[in-house]
């Protein structure tokens, strides 16, 4: 039976899938499963973005170069990126609870041995480790809720799910400050091996296996090996294009092995009897919106986070905890919104609340492109708290439309395709809005220094004090005079700001793109076939 025909029959014959008997007791109940997974989400989450705040404590502790800071966030980023979708489909073989607990295993333990190392090296070895094992996870995670929930609560639970995510990256910045301020950077990393031991506990004790009939009974060995190698060239431009130019043979050379490689896989996918993932799963509009509009909204919102934290720290002078404390109506919103939208999704399906979201993104992007330098915490507090209440609904619905489109048998395929959509997207929004920063930066900072009257700079430092000002940072030293020094900052934080709102003009575009891309989703065709698996 070929690819095509098996995800078409099973669109068609939802009945073919097995449903688990209602549950009963601790093992299988919907709410517990749903506790269970998104303690475990929780740590994925969080390293997301709690590390950035470790990263110069690191780097002073362990004597480490700014290319070893890099790598512990990029190893991290690109193992995660390029195993997802294999790790989904190792749960849709073997089962997402088995997926899921050697996962929490692993992540955790290897945190541990993060906490413990002595040099840098070691620390990126164990980074990339927990990008591996955080990828098993999280499709488990999604494959557990599927196969557990009806569907009529399938929204709020996974809304929830949206809501632990959104929280913990938001909030990543917030604990980190606050355990490298006062414990030590080990501290950040120790923390996930107390919160991996209870996800386990919980999990062996709640979670229940549960099998499509239709389940893979094989690999795509050939189709792994070409999807990764495409998923770390693809995510390795973006990652270094800044570094080398976006013009670079280097960079250049990347994208095109992506491409290249990214067309072979979906030529090999023909040819398999059980593709890794079958094209034919692309057939669904919505569930092709759906990846499309994940890739859209991290794009915004990763990308536009990234200029936030510069913003608050280097122009606003706050401490990372204050800053974090700052982004908390983007965090509290996305607590608040996520099971409201999961509600509202169910009743009315996902079209009005996707693009109502993102359009309530779009407003908000373009309200952040007006922050200047004087902006007051209510000003930024109105545009955060409605940019949360825009992505909840896009984080909630968009993963529905994704993994309820898809056959149950295909459920942890999708899953990691939602996540690597997201993935791909964030760095994509970094790679560009940084490339736009640079662009502004360069093309203003050598007028505005002159403006204002300071020595002029040769090419080189000017270079220097380019790279300085794309994250805020006035390019000068502890000697330079009170006078000078003030007009610096002020020409560095005018053109950082002058940057950031054309990086913003940017995201609130790609945000109204993402609206109209939302207007072809709809609800997931095979979101019956894997529910009912409890009562609630």
């Given at each position: 039976m070929t690819s095509q025909t098996t995800v078409e029959k099973a669109s068609r014959e939802p009945q073919?899938?097995?449903?688990?008997?209602?549950a009963k007791g601790l093992r299988g109940h919907p709410w517990l499963t749903l506790f269970s997974v998104a303690i475990g989400v929780m740590m994925v989450a969080l390293d997301g973005t709690i590390v950035a705040i470790a990263n110069p404590a690191i780097q002073?502790?362990?004597g480490a170069s700014l290319a070893d800071v890099q790598w512990i966030t990029n190893g991290y980023m690109l193992a995660l990126a390029v195993s997802l979708i294999t790790a989904g489909k190792l749960g849709d073989r073997f089962g997402h609870r088995q997926t899921f607990l050697i996962g929490v295993v692993g992540f955790a333990a290897?945190?541990?041995?993060?906490?413990?190392?002595?040099s840098v090296a070691l620390v990126i070895v164990f980074r990339v480790l927990q990008g591996l094992f955080g990828a098993l996870l999280m499709p488990a995670a999604l494959g557990l809720l599927r196969a557990t929930f009806p569907a009529e609560k399938l929204n709020m639970a996974i809304g929830i799910w949206g809501m632990v995510i959104g929280a913990s990256t938001a909030g990543g910045p917030i604990l980190g400050g606050v355990l490298v301020e006062h414990v030590s950077w080990q501290s950040v990393f120790f923390i996930n091996v107390p919160v991996g031991v209870i996800a386990l506990l919980l999990g062996l004790v709640i979670?229940?296996?549960?099998?499509?009939?239709?389940?893979?009974?094989s690999f795509d060995i050939g189709g792994i090996v070409l999807l990764s190698q495409a998923m770390f060239c693809l995510i390795w431009a973006l990652i270094k294009g800044a570094e080398w130019g976006w013009g670079d043979y280097k960079t250049l050379g990347f994208l095109g092995a992506a491409v290249a490689l990214f067309v072979v896989f979906a030529f090999s996918q023909k040819n398999v009897r059980e593709p890794l993932i079958p094209l034919a799963m692309f057939r669904s509009v919505p569930l092709s919106a759906g990846a499309v509009l994940m890739v859209l909204m991290a794009f915004a919102f990763m990308g536009g986070l990234f200029f936030v934290t510069f913003y608050l720290q280097n122009v606003h002078g706050l401490s990372p905890v204050d800053s974090g404390l700052h982004l908390l109506p983007l965090t509290g919103m996305m607590i608040v919104a996520s099971p409201l939208a999961g509600a509202m999704i169910t009743k009315f399906g996902p079209r009005v609340p996707l693009v109502g979201g993102m359009v309530c993104t779009a407003v908000a992007m373009f309200g952040m492109s007006q922050l200047t330098i004087g902006t007051g915490t209510l000003t930024m507090s109105i545009w955060f708290g409605l940019l949360g209440l825009g992505l909840a609904p896009v984080m909630v619905g968009a993963t529905e439309v994704i993994v309820g489109n898809a056959p149950m048998e295909l459920s942890g395929v999708a899953g990691g395709l939602q996540q690597a959509a997201m993935q791909v997207g964030g760095s994509l929004g970094t790679a560009v809005l940084g490339a736009v920063m640079a662009s502004?930066?360069?093309?203003?900072?050598a007028d505005n220094w002159t403006a204002a009257k300071l020595p002029?700079?040769?090419p080189e430092q000017l270079?220097?004090?380019?790279?300085?000002v794309e994250v805020?940072?006035?390019?000068?030293?502890?000697?330079?005079?009170?006078?000078?020094?003030?007009?610096?900052?002020g020409v560095a934080h005018d053109t950082f700001v002058s940057g950031m709102s054309t990086a913003f003009m940017v995201a609130g575009i790609v945000a109204v793109v993402a609206a109209l891309v939302a207007t072809l989703t709809k609800r997931g065709a095979n979101a019956e076939a894997g529910a009912g698996a409890g009562h609630i």
């Open positions: 073919d899938t097995a449903v688990p008997a209602p002073q502790d362990l290897a945190s541990g041995a993060i906490g413990l190392s002595d979670l229940k296996d549960h099998r499509a009939e239709n389940a893979p009974r502004q930066v360069d093309s203003k900072l002029s700079l040769t270079d220097t004090a380019s790279s300085a805020g940072v006035p390019p000068m030293d502890g000697n330079t005079p009170p006078e000078v020094a003030a007009k610096i900052a």
